[in-house]
């Protein structure tokens, strides 16, 4: 049902903050009754495209049109009138209304000056049978799930005449029969006529219902292509920025093999609620373990079940043969460290000192019935601001006044403090300078030789391939690849993200 001309087009697109391009000269199209995956990693510029459409941010430069007419949207109202919705992983509707109040909010159907609730619930349970969809539409929203309160929102972005559709990351929370029932709408709506935005980090899903695929990369246009033409490892490929050619080398690294080296933890079918999926891990003492994969693999998901963050569903997690209790507290105290992703968020106590940051997790560990005295912090803080060249005036500072990379290191100071068997990292040098990123790297290996396990985290390849001694690689949520010291290299990490195996015969894998 495609149109010559775009229901979309976007040219020349820019944009930038503070200090970031976020776009740099973008264009992006979207036809009539196409599903158009927008792709690339965190940081490529998916979203502030996405914002940039719907009206949330105002463009530096470029054009919009929407069938052939030039638009600027004020707002996300603006564009929803003229038939661009959106429908967010986190669903941006009420959920202290009904199914039915949240389809109609702001266009309610009135006979004789009231609110007609009848005639709502009626029509709001046709327009769900439309969706395969049989609820109670008198319910709270927030009474049912996820999936559902997403297909609530795209049945009323279908009710008020979408000709657009953007789905931002719709799949992360759902059960593959969730997302089966997701596709199904998706492409029944493409068969009327809608053109659908999809943004996503699973490349099954991907393949499976797009028409087309652009690919992103800081903030950058990489290029448009029909999915059915881009092999999934050269897509890999562009959304890195290495050509497969380019990445068939070797690491140096010492192999890995269980008879020689002491087994720490185990993970037997682990399963968490909306994580990670039956998943058997070994981690080893003394090893540097790469977990590999694009965003949204699972790489998190794991150690975030092994730390008692998230809940475990099914499975075992063993540690040193015995099972390690679902809980931050408990895998503090059998000595396992976690360093977050997100430093400001889940890291650093801004408001704290360097000190009070330092010896947090050492407290917890004790328990309040032995607090840490003054002179034994101060003693602490230290030798991990020495050890690890913390630049600070005194630790007295508060950490929000340092920069990313000290923080960085505060949080690896925090954990060290607490003599850890595994210290597990998620992307410990992102948004920091050249020369920290080195730094930790370095303290990286030197921890593993002095017998310290780590769990390393990176979206960076070549970063992973200089630390780690042995690499997994996910991909959906599921282990489907394992290398080891000569093995590892770029290609055969990316080759198994693509969905391939790692050998020479199968570099043009799908």
């Not at 903050?17 to 927008?38: N, R, Y």
């Not at 059960?175 to 709506?189: A, P």
């Not at 001694?469 to 000569?486: A, N, T």
Request: glycine share 8%.
């Amino acid at each position: 049902m495609n149109t010559e001309n775009p229901l979309i087009q976007m040219l020349h697109i820019s944009k930038t903050f503070p200090g970031v391009t976020a776009l740099d000269d973008v264009q992006f199209e979207l036809k009539s009754g196409e599903i158009h995956a927008l792709l690339g990693e965190n940081g490529a510029g998916k979203s502030t495209l996405i914002k940039v459409l719907t009206g949330v941010e105002e463009r530096d430069s470029g054009s919009v049109f929407l069938e052939g007419k030039p638009v600027a949207f004020k707002n996300t109202q603006e564009a929803q009138k003229l038939g661009i919705s959106t429908v967010y992983q986190e669903v941006n509707l009420c959920p202290n209304l009904s199914v039915a109040e949240n389809i109609y909010i702001g266009r309610e159907p009135k006979t004789g000056g009231r609110i007609d609730w009848q005639k709502i619930n009626k029509n709001t349970r046709e327009l769900l049978a439309k969706f395969n969809l049989d609820i109670d539409v008198t319910k709270k929203l927030d009474f049912f799930s996820v999936a559902i309160q997403q297909m609530v929102a795209i049945a009323r972005a279908a009710d008020i005449s979408a000709k657009v559709l953007i789905l931002d990351e719709p799949t992360s929370s759902l059960s593959s029969m969730e997302v089966n029932k997701l596709f199904e709408v998706m492409r029944m709506l493409k068969s009327q006529g809608m053109g659908i935005l999809f943004v996503t980090h699973f490349l099954d899903q991907v393949y499976e219902v797009s028409d087309t695929i652009t690919v992103l990369r800081n903030g950058c246009y990489i290029g448009t292509y029909p999915a059915a033409e881009l092999p999934r490892v050269q897509l890999v490929g562009k959304m890195l920025g290495k050509e497969y050619a380019e990445l068939d080398f070797a690491a140096e690294k010492e192999e890995i093999a269980g008879e020689e080296h002491e087994l720490l933890l185990e993970m037997d079918g682990a399963t968490g609620a909306g994580t990670i999926d039956d998943i058997d891990l070994e981690i080893y003492k003394g090893e540097v373990l790469g977990l590999s994969g694009l965003l949204g693999s699972g790489r998190s998901e794991i150690v975030r079940l092994i730390f008692g963050a998230d809940r475990l569903e099914h499975g075992q997690i063993r540690l040193n043969g015995k099972p390690l209790g679902n809980s931050t507290l408990a895998a503090i105290r059998r000595g396992i460290a976690f360093c977050p992703e997100n430093r400001k968020t889940e890291g650093i106590i801004g408001d704290l000192t360097i000190r009070e940051n330092i010896v947090l997790a050492l407290q917890a560990k004790r328990g309040m019935g032995k607090v840490i005295s003054r002179a034994e912090a101060e003693q602490i803080a230290d030798r991990y601001i020495k050890m690890l060249e913390i630049k600070t005036p005194s630790q007295s500072q508060q950490v929000k006044n340092l920069s990313g990379g000290n923080q960085q290191k505060v949080i690896l100071a925090r954990w060290l403090a607490t003599d850890p068997q595994i210290l597990m990292l998620d992307e410990p040098t992102r948004g920091i300078d050249i020369g920290t990123k080195a730094e930790i790297q370095k303290i990286v290996v030197e921890l593993s030789e002095k017998g310290i396990t780590v769990v390393f985290i990176s979206s960076e390849i070549d970063e992973m391939l200089r630390c780690c001694s042995r690499m997994v690689i996910l991909r959906d949520k599921k282990k489907v690849g394992e290398l080891s010291g000569r093995e590892i290299s770029e290609s055969a990490v990316m080759s198994y993200i693509a969905g391939g195996v790692k050998n020479d015969e199968n570099k043009e894998a799908v």
